[in-house]
Structure formats: structure tokens, C-alpha cells
């Protein structure tokens, strides 16, 4: 005999598996390591980035030059002023300024400080896709607050342990506001896509977003001709770089070190030749140029500043002006078929010129500043008027354009109906003729209606009707309108 199982039955009478345990979906993880997280990796990471390098070049250079002593302590002493520099903090060195700060640093920084940030705010949310809507119920707050106030602190912290006799200081209040600004801002960017933020610009009138995708488009424009001229520039003297790299880095750790000094600097570089071709151009202590005048001077030797032109410009140098008046030409074409009338294009072409102009002036603020206290001081470029050169090259043309592509009062091309098919044509022709021939035929057919009531007396008296010669109304109503019936009679 089998022994009986100890299953319990169903209302059937039939018996059931036994219930399994369902294991829990994995929720969102705690908030502290999340923040931790965001307020830690990467101002460690930079830190730690800064020490590496720091200990590299001194390595090399300890064997080549001449009584180089590399060390743990060292670089980890090193590391603190280049973290700062990464913030964008300015330093004293040997007492004299140093504000001209390079944006690869900060760039990098940004980019990882948005990762990290963007990150946290799925793992908050549960959502491995980092896609949600609104403002994630205070989530995007707290993340962006403590990536603000971690890097605002250690900022403070890293100053503070910066002498003068240390030969580099800081000065821990400005370090502070400095390191929180930017993170802060990194930030937000990151969480912007997450949290909704980039929805906001819908809500916008459509001339307003329009007219800041022409900003950008103008921005990336026209500093993407200043690499390209920054490119050029190089390629044509590079006798003159590698001239530098001779004399003043001929050993293998200090070439490494003007090598990273030189990407480090590359996109203030590139944002001086954007303010060139613009017209305002650089200048470097007594040294200027434009492309209409040039000053001698003295110039820093860096493979940078060996491209900044010394000589009377040629004639054809005017030529440059052909770039901004392009790009003001394509953002106005590009804002032409945003709108039928005038007054919406205006507008959109005047918010480009505004957004690129903020942007450049902006980016030109942050790539200058003072170099020591010798000759060099200060490195300029001029952000007041980057940003009016930058406003009236996009607005003028733009406005030209925008105006001159597209007939006042015709509909943009994006909003056209398309042309209709000739089926449907011939279609919409046929049903218009049957209906215009059902109404001509009504109306023959009430009107001699209406006039034989009216005479019905005396058309019977005085001239009785030839029943044999006339043709009976629905016959000529048909005849006329190509087999037309009247309509029948509702039933009873």
C-alpha cells in the first residue's frame, strides 16, 4: 500500500503543489552608501589622478635631472594644489597670482562628477534605466546638494592645509564657494535628464526654444572653427613647437610634464582663437592680436602662445570675419521656417544671439586671468566684448536671413499639407459634381412645382395641357441629372 499524501485538497477534490516562497524584488538601496558615494568617489578619484601624475613625472624626472628626489610624500603634497586647480580654485605660487587655470581639468571633473550623480538617482529611484519624471520627490535635491557640499568642504579642507611655505597657498573661502559652484553645477547637469529638467524648455513659447537651439548651435559652431584654426596654426608652425620642446623640455619628465601642460590648456587655447576669429582676439601681458592689428611682446614659452601670430597681418586676414557671418547666416536659416510671421523668427533669432553670446562670454571670462606678476600678466581674453562680437554676428545676418528665406506670411515648410494623390483627387472632383448636379436638379424640380400650383386655375381654364407632347417631371429630372430620383416618402 502506498501511504497517502499529505497534500491538501482543492474545491474539486483534486490536490495542490505545495506553495513555494516568492523572493522579493531587490528595492531601492539605503540612502547613506548612495550619498556616500556621490559625496566621496570623485573628488577621491581626481585626488587620487593628481597624486599618479604627480609621482610619474617626478619618477622622470629624477632620472634625468640632477638631484630629483621622488617620493610617495611628494606627490601626495603635489597632489593637493592640482586638485585645486582641477576646481578651477586661484593659487598663489611664490606669492605672485595664478588664475589663468586650465579647462581640461574641470571638464573631466564635470563629466565625472555628472556620472556619479546621475547614477545615484537611479539607484534611488530602483530604476536601472535612470528614466523617471518630475523632480523624483526630492531625490535630485539631496544628490546634488551633497555633491555641492562635499566638494565645497574638502575644498575648504585642502587650502587650509596649503602654507605660504608650502611655495603654493590658497586661500580656503574662495576654495570653498569655488569647489561647491562647480560640482554643483556638475551636478545638476547630471540629473537633469533623470529628474525631468530637461522637459522644462518644452513649456516654453516655440520661438523661446527655437531660438536657444540656434544659441547652441552658434556656441558649438563657432568654437569648432576655433579648433580648426588652433589646428591649423599648429600644423603651420610646428618648427617653432618643437623649438620649444627643445629648449626648454629636452629631458623625458619635464617634456611629459609640458606635453600634459599643454592638453590641460588646450581648450582655453581653443576658446582664444574663437574670440580671434570674432574679432576681440588674446592677448598675453603687452602682447596682442586680432585680426586686424597685432602688438609684440614677450610671450610665455609654451607650445600654446609659440602660435600666437607677431608680425604685421596680411591683408587677407579680414577674411576670418567670413566664419562669424557664416554662422550667424546658418543659425538665421535654420530659424527661418521656425515661424510664419516676422515677429516670431525675430525673437528666436534675437534669443540665439543672446544664448550664444552669454556662453562665449562666459567661456572667455574662465579662460584668462593673471600669470604670475612678469611680463605675461595678465593672459586676456576679453569676455565683455567676445560676448557684443558674438551678439551682433549671430543677430545681424540671422536676422537678415531669417527674414529674406521665407515670404512673409507663408507657412513654414514643416507644417505644409502634403500634395493629395490623383485617386483621391479625381475622387474629391467626382463626389464635388454629384453633389453640385443632385443640387441643380432640386432646384429644377421645385421651381416649375412652385409656378404650376401657383396657376393650377387658370391653366385649366384657358389652356388645357397636351398630356401627348410633355415629358413628366421625374423623366426630365432624370434626363438632366443623369438618372437623379426623387426621394421617397417616409412610410407610415
Same mark, same amino acid.
Given at each position: 500500500?502506498?501511504?497517502?499524501?499529505?497534500?491538501?485538497?482543492?474545491?474539486?477534490?483534486?490536490?495542490?503543489?505545495?506553495?513555494?516562497?516568492?523572493?522579493?524584488?531587490?528595492?531601492?538601496?539605503?540612502?547613506?552608501?548612495?550619498?556616500?558615494?556621490?559625496?566621496?568617489?570623485?573628488?577621491?578619484?581626481?585626488?587620487?589622478?593628481?597624486?599618479?601624475?604627480?609621482?610619474?613625472?617626478?619618477?622622470?624626472?629624477?632620472?634625468?635631472?640632477?638631484?630629483?628626489?621622488?617620493?610617495?610624500?611628494?606627490?601626495?603634497?603635489?597632489?593637493?594644489?592640482?586638485?585645486?586647480?582641477?576646481?578651477?580654485?586661484?593659487?598663489?605660487?611664490?606669492?605672485?597670482?595664478?588664475?589663468?587655470?586650465?579647462?581640461?581639468?574641470?571638464?573631466?571633473?564635470?563629466?565625472?562628477?555628472?556620472?556619479?550623480?546621475?547614477?545615484?538617482?537611479?539607484?534611488?529611484?530602483?530604476?536601472?534605466?535612470?528614466? +523617471? /519624471?518630475? !523632480?523624483?520627490? =526630492?531625490? &535630485?535635491?539631496?544628490?546634488? @546638494?551633497?555633491? #555641492?557640499?562635499?566638494? $565645497? *568642504?574638502? %575644498?575648504?579642507?585642502?587650502?587650509?592645509?596649503?602654507?605660504?611655505?608650502?611655495?603654493?597657498?590658497?586661500?580656503?573661502?574662495?576654495?570653498?564657494?569655488?569647489?561647491?559652484?562647480?560640482?554643483?553645477?556638475?551636478?545638476?547637469?547630471?540629473?537633469?535628464?533623470?529628474?525631468?529638467?530637461?522637459?522644462?524648455?518644452?513649456?516654453?513659447?516655440?520661438?523661446?526654444?527655437?531660438?536657444?537651439?540656434?544659441?547652441?548651435?552658434?556656441? +558649438? /559652431?563657432? !568654437?569648432?572653427? =576655433?579648433? &580648426?584654426?588652433?589646428?591649423? @596654426?599648429?600644423? #603651420?608652425?610646428?618648427? $617653432? *613647437?618643437? %623649438?620649444?620642446?627643445?629648449?626648454?623640455?629636452?629631458?623625458?619628465?619635464?617634456?611629459?610634464?609640458?606635453?600634459?601642460?599643454?592638453?590641460?590648456?588646450?581648450?582655453?587655447?581653443?576658446?582664444?582663437?574663437?574670440?580671434?576669429?570674432?574679432?576681440?582676439?588674446?592677448?598675453?601681458?603687452?602682447?596682442?592680436?586680432?585680426?586686424?592689428?597685432?602688438?609684440?611682446?614677450?610671450?610665455?614659452?609654451?607650445?600654446?602662445?609659440?602660435?600666437?601670430?607677431?608680425?604685421?597681418?596680411?591683408?587677407?586676414?579680414?577674411?576670418?570675419?567670413?566664419?562669424?557671418?557664416?554662422?550667424?547666416?546658418?543659425?538665421?536659416?535654420?530659424?527661418?521656417?521656425?515661424?510664419?510671421?516676422?515677429?516670431?523668427?525675430?525673437?528666436?533669432?534675437?534669443?540665439?544671439?543672446?544664448?550664444?553670446?552669454?556662453?562665449?562670454?562666459?567661456?572667455?571670462?574662465?579662460?584668462?586671468?593673471?600669470?604670475?606678476?612678469?611680463?605675461?600678466?595678465?593672459?586676456?581674453?576679453?569676455?565683455?566684448?567676445?560676448?557684443?562680437?558674438?551678439?551682433?554676428?549671430?543677430?545681424?545676418?540671422?536676422?537678415?536671413?531669417?527674414?529674406?528665406?521665407?515670404?512673409?506670411?507663408?507657412?513654414?515648410?514643416?507644417?505644409?499639407?502634403?500634395?493629395?494623390?490623383?485617386?483621391?483627387?479625381?475622387?474629391?472632383?467626382?463626389?464635388?459634381?454629384?453633389?453640385?448636379?443632385?443640387?441643380?436638379?432640386?432646384?429644377?424640380?421645385?421651381?416649375?412645382?412652385?409656378?404650376?400650383?401657383?396657376?393650377?386655375?387658370?391653366?385649366?381654364?384657358?389652356?388645357?395641357?397636351?398630356?401627348?407632347?410633355?415629358?413628366?417631371?421625374?423623366?426630365?429630372?432624370?434626363?438632366?441629372?443623369?438618372?437623379?430620383?426623387?426621394?421617397?416618402?417616409?412610410?407610415?
Amino acid at each position: 500500500m502506498t501511504a497517502p499524501t499529505s497534500q491538501s485538497p482543492r474545491r474539486g477534490g483534486r490536490g495542490t503543489r505545495p506553495a513555494t516562497a516568492t523572493p522579493a524584488a531587490p528595492g531601492p538601496p539605503g540612502w547613506v552608501p548612495v550619498l556616500a558615494r556621490v559625496a566621496l568617489l570623485p573628488p577621491l578619484t581626481l585626488y587620487g589622478v593628481a597624486v599618479v601624475l604627480a609621482g610619474v613625472i617626478a619618477a622622470l624626472a629624477s632620472g634625468t635631472t640632477p638631484g630629483g628626489e621622488p617620493g610617495l610624500g611628494q606627490a601626495l603634497a603635489v597632489g593637493i594644489p592640482l586638485w585645486l586647480v582641477a576646481h578651477l580654485v586661484p593659487l598663489q605660487v611664490t606669492g605672485v597670482p595664478l588664475g589663468m587655470l586650465p579647462l581640461a581639468p574641470a571638464l573631466l571633473l564635470a563629466v565625472l562628477v555628472a556620472t556619479v550623480a546621475r547614477g545615484a538617482v537611479a539607484r534611488l529611484e530602483g530604476r536601472a534605466d535612470g528614466r +523617471t /519624471a518630475g !523632480l523624483l520627490h =526630492g531625490v &535630485g535635491v539631496p544628490v546634488v @546638494a551633497t555633491a #555641492a557640499a562635499a566638494h $565645497a *568642504v574638502i %575644498g575648504v579642507l585642502a587650502a587650509a592645509l596649503l602654507t605660504p611655505e608650502n611655495v603654493v597657498d590658497a586661500s580656503p573661502g574662495l576654495a570653498g564657494v569655488v569647489c561647491g559652484l562647480l560640482a554643483g553645477l556638475a551636478a545638476l547637469a547630471g540629473v537633469a535628464r533623470p529628474c525631468g529638467l530637461l522637459a522644462l524648455p518644452r513649456r516654453l513659447p516655440a520661438w523661446a526654444r527655437h531660438g536657444l537651439q540656434g544659441g547652441l548651435l552658434a556656441t +558649438t /559652431a563657432l !568654437l569648432t572653427a =576655433g579648433a &580648426g584654426l588652433l589646428l591649423a @596654426a599648429l600644423l #603651420a608652425d610646428l618648427t $617653432a *613647437v618643437r %623649438g620649444v620642446f627643445a629648449d626648454i623640455a629636452p629631458e623625458a619628465g619635464s617634456g611629459a610634464g609640458l606635453t600634459l601642460l599643454t592638453l590641460a590648456y588646450l581648450p582655453n587655447a581653443v576658446v582664444g582663437a574663437a574670440a580671434w576669429l570674432v574679432g576681440p582676439g588674446v592677448s598675453i601681458g603687452a602682447a596682442s592680436a586680432t585680426p586686424t592689428a597685432i602688438t609684440s611682446g614677450l610671450l610665455p614659452p609654451v607650445p600654446l602662445a609659440a602660435v600666437l601670430p607677431q608680425s604685421t597681418p596680411p591683408t587677407w586676414a579680414g577674411l576670418a570675419f567670413a566664419v562669424p557671418l557664416a554662422v550667424g547666416s546658418i543659425v538665421g536659416w535654420r530659424l527661418a521656417p521656425s515661424a510664419a510671421e516676422a515677429p516670431p523668427r525675430v525673437k528666436a533669432v534675437v534669443t540665439a544671439a543672446l544664448t550664444a553670446a552669454l556662453l562665449l562670454g562666459l567661456a572667455a571670462a574662465l579662460s584668462g586671468g593673471r600669470l604670475g606678476a612678469g611680463p605675461f600678466d595678465p593672459v586676456d581674453v576679453p569676455a565683455a566684448p567676445v560676448a557684443f562680437a558674438v551678439l551682433v554676428w549671430v543677430l545681424v545676418p540671422g536676422l537678415v536671413v531669417a527674414l529674406l528665406a521665407v515670404p512673409l506670411g507663408t507657412a513654414p515648410a514643416r507644417t505644409r499639407r502634403r500634395p493629395v494623390s490623383t485617386t483621391r483627387r479625381r475622387a474629391t472632383e467626382k463626389t464635388e459634381k454629384t453633389a453640385k448636379t443632385d443640387k441643380t436638379a432640386t432646384t429644377a424640380t421645385e421651381e416649375p412645382a412652385a409656378e404650376d400650383t401657383a396657376d393650377a386655375d387658370d391653366t385649366s381654364a384657358e389652356d388645357p395641357p397636351d398630356d401627348a407632347g410633355e415629358t413628366p417631371p421625374d423623366e426630365a429630372v432624370s434626363e438632366a441629372g443623369e438618372a437623379v430620383r426623387p426621394a421617397e416618402e417616409p412610410r407610415g
